[in-house]
């Protein structure tokens, strides 16, 4: 369920309500630079140990059909594998809207996903996302429990870039 209160923060906000609203945006930039510098630590660090990520509805879009993933191990290691040194990506997360409720969040953002063959550039495609994330705090960070990705367009060949 996407963010759309008509308002960014609650009345009486704290500045440790503030760190959170940043810390909560920050898996999200984390969750994009990890893979853009295929740094798996930084990658990993967005996500909690049993999260789960479901590309599904924006690979319908173009025909795919795959499983949503389960566990910290699995998306790291489905995501970064299957891109590792064949595929260049750049990720600009925007928009970002955030509601927290104690050690859980919730946020919402438009992410622009830019994907190129790394031997072919010309073969690319370009998607522009939606994200709705739902978080937990994890110590002093806060880690994406649960992430779904629904394209609102794309251009160029996605099913070149992530299979048919």
Do not use: C
Not at 34 to 61: H, I, K, N, V, Y
Not at 102 to 107: E, I, L, R
Not at 120 to 135: E, F, G, T
């Amino acid at each position: 369920m996407y963010v759309t209160e008509d308002r960014a923060l609650s009345a009486g906000e704290t500045d440790a309500g503030l760190r959170d609203r940043i810390e909560i945006v920050d898996a999200l930039y984390r969750f994009g630079l990890g893979q853009d510098l295929a740094d798996r630590d930084l990658f990993a660090s967005a996500f909690a140990e049993s999260a789960e990520l479901d590309f599904r509805p924006a690979a319908r879009r173009w025909g795919a059909d795959i499983p949503v993933m389960v566990g910290r191990d699995t998306i790291v290691d489905t995501i970064l594998t299957n891109f590792a040194g064949r595929v260049d990506t750049t990720h600009v997360v925007t928009n970002p809207r955030v509601h927290v409720g104690g050690d859980s969040a919730s946020s919402t953002a438009l992410v622009e996903a830019q994907h190129l063959l790394t031997a072919d550039h010309s073969v690319h495609a370009l998607l522009k996302n939606r994200y709705d994330v739902d978080l937990v705090r994890d110590r002093r960070r806060w880690v994406v429990r649960r992430m779904v990705i629904e394209n609102v367009w794309y251009t160029g060949d996605p099913a070149a870039i992530f299979g048919g």
